[in-house]
C-alpha cells in the first residue's frame, strides 16, 4: 500500500473515532495505531507528528469540523452529522488486511465489512491477496453513517459484480414504487449523503444508470462482463454522483452571524464575496444545483435571503409558508 493509501486510511478511522465520542487526539491515535503494528505483517504505526498533520489536513483540506474539547483531551465534531468523502481511492486502497480486521468495522457498512472479513480470513489461508489486488476500489467513496438499511447478500452481489466487472440483472423498485428490471454496467459503488449508490451503464449502451442500492430488489450475476469506463470514473469524480442540471445567476444575502463558515468553504466553492458594512455577505454563487442550495437556503432558518433570481426567492417563500403553516 503506498503512503497516499495509509494515509487516507489513517484520516478515515481518525473520523470515525470521533463519530463513536472517543475523543482522539494525535498521540491517543498514533498509540492505538501502533498497537497494530505488525499484526498481519502490516505497518501501520506511525508518530504522534504525523497524527497531527493529519489532523490539520482534515481542517484545511477536507474542511472537516474537528474541535479540540480540552475536558476529554481529545477531538470531535461539531456537526456528528459530516461525511468524509474521500476524493480518490488507489487501486491498492484495501490492500492492507488491517482494513477488513480492525478498521472496516468503523468505516464501512455491516455487509461490506462481512465480505471483507471473509476474505481476509480466505487471504491468510491461502497466502495470497487476489482480491485485495483485484478490487478497484478507485471508485468506491467511502464515508461513515449509513442511514439507508440494506440486505447483507444484496450488497455482497453488487460488490461482486463490480469488483469482477460483471454485468448483473437487476429488479429495481423506484421512488412510486413501480418495479423494473435492467441488465447494469456497475461502474461504481459510492456513497453520498448517507446511502449507498451504484453508478454505470445499461448493458450494451451508454445510457448512465444511478441505482440506490437500498432500493435494488435483487442482482444475480447476467453471466456477462464488461470493460471499466476511467471516463464515466473521473467525470464523477469532478461532476459528482448525479447529473442535475446548474443554475446560474444566484446572488445571495447571508446573516453575519453565518459568515465564518462560508469564509471556510470559499476555497471549495469559490463564490464571489461581498463584505457589507454590518458583517453580512453578500454571495455570487458558481452555478449550483436548484434543490442543493435550497436545501442549505432553508435549513439556515431565515438567516439567508435570496435577491436573486426571483422565481427561487418565490420557491423559498412557498416553501417557508408550507412549513409554517404545518408546525402551526
Not at 498521540?27 to 492505538?32: D, G, M, P, T, V
Not at 474541535?67 to 477531538?75: H, I, S, V
Request: contains cysteine.
Amino acid at each position: 500500500m503506498n503512503k497516499n493509501s495509509e494515509r487516507m486510511l489513517r484520516k478515515l478511522k481518525f473520523i470515525a473515532e470521533t463519530k463513536m465520542n472517543n475523543f482522539p487526539n494525535a498521540e491517543s491515535f498514533a498509540r492505538k495505531l501502533s498497537a497494530y503494528e505488525g499484526e498481519d505483517g502490516q505497518p501501520f504505526g506511525c508518530s504522534a507528528r504525523t497524527i497531527a498533520r493529519d489532523i490539520k489536513d482534515l481542517i484545511e483540506v477536507h474542511k472537516a469540523p474537528l474541535e479540540y474539547d480540552p475536558t476529554n483531551r481529545g477531538y470531535f465534531l461539531r456537526d456528528n452529522q459530516w461525511e468524509f468523502s474521500c476524493p480518490v481511492f488507489e487501486d491498492d486502497f484495501v490492500s492492507m488486511t488491517m482494513l477488513g480486521t480492525r478498521l472496516a468495522a468503523d468505516i464501512l457498512p455491516e455487509p461490506l465489512k462481512r465480505d471483507v472479513d471473509n476474505a481476509v480470513a480466505q487471504t491468510m489461508a491461502a497466502n495470497h491477496s487476489d482480491f485485495f489486488d483485484n478490487a478497484m476500489i478507485e471508485s468506491l467513496l467511502c464515508a461513515s453513517g449509513i442511514k439507508a438499511a440494506i440486505e447483507p447478500a444484496l450488497f455482497k452481489a453488487l460488490f461482486d459484480a463490480w469488483r469482477r466487472k460483471h454485468v448483473l440483472n437487476l429488479v429495481y423498485k423506484n421512488t412510486k414504487g413501480e418495479v423494473s428490471e435492467y441488465l447494469f454496467e456497475p461502474h461504481i459503488i459510492a456513497f453520498h449523503h448517507g446511502a449507498w449508490y451504484s453508478k454505470g451503464y445499461l448493458h450494451g449502451t451508454k445510457e448512465i444508470r444511478v441505482f440506490a442500492v437500498q432500493r435494488i430488489v435483487s442482482a444475480k450475476d447476467a453471466g456477462k462482463s464488461f470493460a471499466a469506463d476511467k471516463k464515466l470514473i473521473a467525470d464523477t469524480r469532478k461532476n459528482g454522483l448525479f447529473i442535475y442540471e446548474k443554475v446560474a445567476g444566484i446572488r445571495l444575502h447571508c446573516d453575519a452571524s453565518i459568515t465564518f463558515y462560508i469564509h471556510e468553504q470559499q476555497k471549495k466553492h469559490r463564490s464571489r464575496l461581498e463584505k457589507q458594512a454590518d458583517g453580512s455577505l453578500i454571495v455570487n454563487l458558481e452555478p449550483t444545483v436548484e434543490h442543493e442550495v435550497i436545501r442549505w437556503i432553508l435549513a439556515e432558518g431565515g438567516r439567508i435571503r435570496v435577491l436573486e433570481p426571483a422565481w427561487l426567492r418565490q420557491k423559498i417563500a412557498e416553501a417557508g409558508k408550507a412549513i409554517m403553516d404545518n408546525n402551526q
